[in-house]
């Protein structure tokens, strides 16, 4: 076969330019890596999660972007933490493939038994930033479905990294108030206080309390503008 010279000096020129529009592509996706506390009591808000998920976070993802599903337990940065995950495709009737495949994976968790006595956040909050860098997206968010109460097994250890969350917006969504925080609020509010302090020493973008999934469009829609 012959192959014109001519046409050999365009190849580099072409796969160059096939970098630079996977880049551009990266800067307008959005990466979501949502954390489901499997908890204590918070476990029994797995269905109500899951519902919040389907009707609020799915809709919203375009093709090129993605999207992770990890649970919080007792040592939540494992591998086998990570539940479900996908990367829509660019083609829209395999994106939607993609998307009722997820959603029955989220089915099948809010099914499941799973529930753990301890709560590791943290160890589920540094394996989502590691999936999250991992996709170079433009837009990245970590939405946390827990009371926020950490109560690490004895011998476990997290700290995070000072650019832990660079660019990372993290938003805590569905937060189920406790016994002692009705008895005492400020015991609630210390303790949000103590995580968005960890979390913007830890190089977050932004952080913000949610508590009602009705504003959960209002504060996606503010992240992309």
Request: aromatic content about 10%; overall charge neutral; glycine content about 4%.
């Amino acid at each position: 076969m012959i192959i014109n010279k001519r046409y050999l000096q365009f190849i580099p020129m072409l796969a160059v330019l096939a970098v630079v529009g996977c880049s551009d592509n990266k800067a307008y996706e959005t990466s979501i890596c949502v954390l489901a506390d499997v908890s204590g009591t918070y476990a029994k808000e797995k269905d109500s999660m899951v519902k919040i998920i389907k009707a609020g976070v799915i809709p919203k993802l375009n093709p090129g972007d993605g999207m992770f599903l990890i649970a919080i337990d007792s040592n939540s940065y494992t591998q086998d933490n990570l539940i479900s995950k996908m990367t829509l495709d660019y083609r829209p009737t395999e994106s939607q493939k993609q998307k009722l495949a997820f959603s029955k994976s989220l089915d099948k968790f809010a099914e499941s038994d799973r529930q753990s006595t301890h709560t590791d956040i943290s160890g589920a909050m540094m394996l989502c930033s590691d999936y999250l860098k991992d996709t170079k997206s433009g837009t990245q968010i970590i939405f946390v479905f827990s009371d926020m109460k950490e109560e690490l097994p004895p011998g476990l250890k997290r700290k995070f990294d000072a650019d832990e969350f660079v660019g990372i917006n993290i938003a805590a969504m569905n937060v189920i108030k406790l016994g002692k925080d009705s008895a005492n609020p400020q015991v609630y509010r210390e303790r949000m206080d103590h995580w968005e302090d960890l979390f913007k020493k830890a190089g977050a973008k932004s952080w913000n309390n949610l508590l009602d999934p009705k504003k959960f469009s209002e504060f996606y829609d503010s992240i992309k503008s």
